[in-house]
């Protein structure tokens, strides 16, 4: 190759490496939903940032330590063309002369001793440390009365059941969905499982991934460090929305915690006729109530009793497959506070245009203004907005049926929800 060829070549892969680089920069830019994994929020992922960095520095040293000895002795030991003349007078390009070949150091016993034991001692350091990190991260100092979370992963979005009094063997006192809040610089013990396939939560800026598994149960624990409101993700691909299982971990104060608790355990109130929402509740109770739960206003069992955080014992009696329910509704959002929360579809879609970043997030439902638009769409077709198996029972179905003015009654129905 002469000197203008390989000229040519390295602009071409110049380019191919720019290109690269700035397709790998877009790829990681999300500003709408930003997914920060280095910038700490809570002692645990503090704890794996302390192992993450050093690693990554040994990894750097290593790496250039390693591709530097490459190209050194690519160049130092390349074979060098030889001129020649040929039949036509020119250059022959292809001919080479015999090159002195480098010293061996096959069978050199020190050189290879080196090169195994040094490479032995760094991995062992480094999986001491990973496993003093593990020990860290498992490790719970919550008292066994204190708040409990039982996490539940779903095609495609999580359901937050939680134990205040730390008993998780018996009916949760509020279920949610999509959005943990909470107390801040407070341990919250999780336990993580899943109705359907393997999932994976990850609240980056809090701590690692925990494996959602049906039929096991993964204890993780959380805490954050300051408030605010953190963006989490499933992390095991789990189908056809996978990428839009996203969830948010709130961080309130200790008093807005304590307000936060006591608008959850208030059950919704029936609405009668003439009380703003009241028709909105009739289309809600005829074609949504086979699946969603209104704590105090649906009858999903028909068992002639409101529905309950109880209900999601399954059979009614809290001691089989607490997850696993047999209603209907155990399979769909909770939406006895939906307008408190700042999120819907699996969190890919804010309920309030200026967002929680804004507004307080126990404010939201008051001072936010709704997002009308993508709520009323959901409602119509939401296989249109997320793709999902809802003859399956994976996701929600499309109300085609539903006239504009029953969609806007049931919007407004679900805003008297707080």
Request: hydrophobic letters at 40%; aromatic letters at 8%.
């Amino acid at each position: 190759m002469g000197p203008g060829r390989a000229r040519r070549a390295l602009r071409r892969l110049s380019l191919v490496l720019l290109a690269a680089a700035v397709a790998l920069t877009a790829a990681s830019c999300a500003a709408e939903h930003p997914l920060d994994t280095l910038t700490e929020a809570g002692p645990d992922a503090q704890e794996i940032n302390d192992l993450f960095f050093p690693v990554l520095g040994v990894a750097i040293i290593v790496f250039f330590l390693v591709q530097g000895a490459i190209v050194y002795l690519a160049v130092r030991y390349r074979a060098r063309r030889r001129a020649a003349a040929g039949s036509d007078g020119e250059a022959d390009e292809d001919l080479y002369g015999d090159e002195e070949y480098p010293e061996q150091v096959h069978g050199n016993l020190r050189l290879e001793l080196a090169w195994t034991i040094i490479p032995t001692i760094l991995l062992t350091v480094i999986s001491v440390f990973t496993l003093i990190s593990l020990v860290e991260l498992n490790r719970v100092s919550a008292a066994e009365e204190d708040l409990r979370v039982t996490v539940v992963g779903q095609q495609w979005w999580w359901e937050f059941q939680y134990h205040l009094d730390g008993d998780t063997s018996t009916p949760p006192d509020i279920v949610t969905a999509n959005e943990l809040v909470i107390p801040v610089r407070q341990q919250v013990p999780l336990e993580i499982t899943s109705r359907d396939v393997i999932h994976s939560f990850w609240i980056p800026r809090l701590n690692g991934k925990r494996d959602a598994v049906p039929g096991r149960t993964h204890p993780w624990v959380i805490e954050a460090d300051e408030a605010g409101r953190f963006m989490g993700q499933c992390t095991e691909f789990c189908g056809l929305s996978h990428a839009y299982m996203r969830m948010y971990t709130v961080a309130l104060s200790a008093a807005e915690w304590r307000q936060w608790v006591e608008g959850q355990l208030a059950d919704a109130s029936p609405l009668a006729p003439g009380e703003p929402g009241y028709e909105g509740q009739e289309v809600f109770l005829a074609n949504c109530a086979n699946c969603h739960v209104v704590n105090g206003v649906t009858d999903t069992n028909l068992d002639g009793v409101p529905d309950g955080p109880g209900d999601y014992a399954g059979t009614g009696d809290f001691d089989a497959e607490p997850i696993t329910s047999a209603l209907l509704a155990g399979a769909a959002p909770n939406l006895t506070h939906f307008a408190s929360r700042t999120t819907f579809a699996g969190s890919i879609f804010d309920l309030y245009e200026d967002r929680a970043e804004r507004v307080p997030y126990l404010e939201a439902s008051e001072r936010g203004y709704l997002n009308r638009g993508d709520l009323e769409a959901w409602i119509r077709d939401a296989p249109e907005r997320k793709a999902n198996d809802a003859d399956g029972a994976r996701g929600m179905t499309a109300f085609p049926g539903l006239s504009d003015g029953e969609i806007d009654a049931l919007v407004e129905y679900l805003t008297t929800l707080r």
